[in-house]
Every structure is written in C-alpha cells, then in structure tokens.
C-alpha cells in the first residue's frame, strides 16, 4: 500500500511523517499502528470501560478516548501507556467526542443528554465551558467546517443545530422515532448526512449564512442498524457503515453505490476513515479486526490484528499531508 505521505516512515507521530492510526473497543485497550505494515506499535490501557469513540488532536501529538462517564487524553508521541489527561464527572456514556481546528477547545455527546464544550488545555482539571441539553440520550455530534454551529444528533431521532455565536438552536427531524446514530459535514461545509437506526442515510445541502439544511436525498443504506457515515477529504464520498456487517461508499455526485465492502467474518462495521488522498478507507469491525481497503478496486489490502474483542472506534491521521 502507499499513500499520499508518510507511510513508508516509523508510523510514530512524534517524528516527521506523523501518521497515525488508533483504534479501540471493547477489550479496554487502545492500539496505535503503523498503518502501511500493520505493526501495532503500543497498546495503550483503558481500564474503566469500552471505547466509545476516538479523535486525534489537530496537532496529531494525542488521541481523545470517551467511554463510561469518562473522556481520557493519551500523548501518541511518548512511550507512556497511560493517560495524561482525564476529564472527570461525566455521567452514562460519553459517545462522541472532536476537536475545534485549532485545538483550541473539544466537544463531546453523551448519554446524559448533554452536548459540551471542554478547555483541553486547562491541565489536568475539568474545565467545561458550555453544555447543550437536548431531550434524549445524544448519539452524534459533529462540528461544521466554519467552526460556529455544532450538529446534535439524539435517540428521539431529532438533530439539533446549535449556533456558537447566538447559543440558539433549530431543530431537524428525518425521520421520526428513528434513532440518530452518526452525522457527518463534508470538509467544504456543503453537505450534511445522517444516519439512523433502521438503516437509512438522509442528505442535505448546507446553504447560506449560518449554514441552513436544504432536503437533498434519501438513501435507504442498510436493511438494519446504521452505526456510522463520514465524508471523504475531497468530498466526492460518503461511507456508511452498518450492523450488516457491511461498510458502503456512496458518490457524492449522484449518490450511487460506489463500493460495497464485505469480509467473511466482519460481522458489525462500527468506525471508518478514509486516507488523507481518499483512495483507502479504515474499518473497524466486531470480528476484533481493523482493515484497509482499496476504495477503487474494492480489494482488502491489510489487516490490524491485536485485539481481543470488538473494535467500536477507531481514528487517523496523517499530519504531513
């Protein structure tokens, strides 16, 4: 496999190429690898509960694990296994957790009902700066490219639209009492899709200023459980991933299938990512297996083989591109 940059290097991100590939689940471990052999090169602990969710730092030097009323900060860079930041008093599942482009400040969803904006860079302390009450348990939450409305997606199916600058909100409804399980905004801000609890994806344009959802298409993705949907960096793809044991790529230009990718003992496909040159995508799956995929030629071109049991997230990164 190559890849855009830096994936005939070391695989760490405290060097030059700074690429990294982390995955997590439910075997209390979080795996960094060298995406271009497969080499896990450390295995992180986290002992408190599954991984729920992974994003690395926009700097690319940490990786953010949220999990059972827990959101943990591990340094990719150091040879330490253990966390060095952790955000306390949190409660039920945190689900989702990003990063503003900056760094400047995270934000995460969770079970509580809640969506919330940390302070990373307050130590050790937990330092929460905003908090978004929504009706239900939040599944999703996604922040728009121009960095001023956060995406809020809940199990009653709604998705709320919270403005930054205002603090107000509108709301969306694709479907009713469709749980919503991912969102995800194209990297030019444009698009917007969401997926749900019966397999189905909902598209929208983003137009105007703020942002404001225009009806776009309906994809009825997966027969059952959609788990989640991320677009490609040059926005020409979206992946759906599904309980079908089945991770799809949609065209962004007419919305057609591109790509159905399957593996004997995938079972669940509960992450994906794509590669910086959108040429490979990243799966994690129940079977205990991350893999890479040739988008194109719809090949299997590498399997991550280390954990014990279901891989439920996973993220990457390639800092040099």
């Known amino acids: 496999m190559r890849m855009k940059t830096g994936m005939a290097g070391d695989g760490s991100t405290g060097g030059g190429s700074q690429v990294a590939l982390v995955t997590g689940g439910y075997d209390h471990t979080i795996k960094l690898w060298q995406a271009h052999s497969g080499v896990c090169l450390r295995t992180m602990q986290h002992p408190d509960s599954q991984v729920n969710a992974l994003e690395i730092t926009p700097n690319g030097q940490m990786v953010a694990a949220c999990g059972y009323q827990h959101i943990r900060m591990y340094d990719l860079a150091s040879a330490n296994p253990d966390p060095v930041m952790n955000f306390e008093g949190v409660t039920k599942n945190v689900t989702r957790v990003g990063f503003q482009q900056d760094g400047k400040w995270m934000y995460t969803g969770g079970e509580d009902c809640t969506a919330k904006i940390w302070d990373p860079r307050a130590g050790r302390q937990l330092q929460c700066q905003g908090i978004f009450q929504v009706p239900a348990p939040v599944n999703a939450v996604v922040l728009h490219p121009d960095q001023t409305q956060i995406m809020v997606g809940d199990q009653s199916g709604i998705i709320h639209m919270w403005d930054l600058r205002t603090d107000q909100n509108e709301q969306l409804i694709p479907e009713a009492e469709a749980s919503i399980q991912d969102i995800a905004i194209d990297p030019e801000g444009k698009l917007m899709a969401a997926v749900n609890n019966k397999g189905n994806c909902y598209i929208w344009s983003l137009c105007g200023e703020p942002p404001r959802p225009v009806p776009r298409k309906h994809i009825q993705a997966h027969k059952k ?29 007419d919305w057609s299938l591109l790509r159905e990718l399957r593996h004997d003992s995938q079972r669940w496909v509960w992450d994906a990512a794509f590669s910086v040159d959108s040429r490979y ?11 890479l995929w040739d988008v194109e030629k719809g090949t299997l071109e590498r399997e991550y083989c280390g954990h014990q049991k279901p891989i439920t997230a996973l993220a990457f990164r390639d800092q040099a591109a």
């Open 281 to 291: 995508l990243f799966t994690g799956s129940s079977d205990s297996y991350a893999r």
């Open 225 to 253: 459980y959609a788990l989640r949907c991320k677009f490609s960096l040059d926005s020409t793809m979206l992946v759906t991933t599904s309980g079908d044991c089945s991770a799809k790529v949609w065209r962004t230009s």
